[in-house]
């Protein structure tokens, strides 16, 4: 058990529509970050937030963004879904960043 | 750019066997090597991570060897279980840069009983 709670666990949507995803991380850990795991490959880094701003962001556009709040939860938004979003989206999170990232067990997005 | 290549792509090995599943890194300024196993439906989950001052780490039936010349890592899973049936992600980061992990394609792990 991670700690690294994640909402919800599978999702449908239509291309051009918005979506949020929820990630509850454990008290403590200051470092969130979100990535994108595509069928059959490895996680691809989006971005990664501490105490409430990014600071760290992989090849993704604009319509990728994120939120993270004062009691460890955090968001992930993407607007104008396209058909290669579909994938499952995991969150990480860990309290100092000598410490292994913790994942959850991931939201699974498809766009139809 | 695919900075972690990982091989082989899918392995099957016997019960008690040894699995053995490579990478390679591009980036020298890479720093923390951990590998991770993953089953369907979850989320990755650390197995075992090493640092580049040494060059071998052990923890219980896994094992990491690390080349800094080569700049390979590998890891080495002993007596080989059918739970230890998973896909294994070998993956690299740069701690003072925010520890942002570089993952590889992953290895599809089978043990047969």
């Known amino acids: 058990e991670t700690g690294v709670t994640q909402s919800p666990t599978h999702l449908i949507k239509t291309r051009g529509q918005q979506v949020t995803l929820r990630c509850s991380s454990q008290?403590?850990?200051?470092?969130v970050s979100w990535y994108q795991q595509a069928l059959g490959q490895g996680p691809q880094f989006i971005f990664q937030?501490?105490?409430?701003?990014?600071?760290g962001r992989g090849n993704f556009p604009p319509r990728f963004s994120g939120l993270q709040f004062p009691n460890y939860s955090s968001e992930l938004n993407v607007n104008a879904l396209e058909l290669d979003d579909s994938a499952l989206y995991l969150c990480?999170?860990?309290?100092?960043?000598?410490?292994?990232?913790?994942f959850g067990d991931g939201t699974r997005l498809s766009i139809l | 750019q695919q900075q972690v290549k990982q091989s082989p792509q899918s392995l099957i090995v016997q019960k008690g066997g040894i699995s053995i599943i490579n990478c390679a890194y591009e980036?020298?300024?890479?720093?923390?090597f951990p590998w991770y196993q993953q089953f369907p439906g979850k989320g990755p989950a650390l197995l075992i991570a090493i640092r580049p001052d040494v060059s071998e780490k052990k923890e219980g039936r896994f094992t990491i060897s690390f080349n800094k010349s080569a700049k390979q890592f590998s890891l080495h899973i002993m007596d080989s279980q059918p739970g230890d049936s998973a896909t294994y992600f070998c993956?690299?980061?740069?701690?003072?840069?925010?520890?942002?992990?570089?993952f590889g394609e992953g290895t599809q792990l089978t043990v047969n009983p």
């Open positions: 008290s403590g850990h200051n470092t």
């Open positions: 990480a999170s860990r309290r100092t960043p000598r410490e292994a990232q913790h």
């Open positions: 980036n020298t300024a890479f720093d923390y």
């Open positions: 993956a690299a980061s740069i701690e003072t840069s925010g520890s942002r992990l570089t």
């Open positions: 937030y501490y105490r409430e701003e990014e600071n």
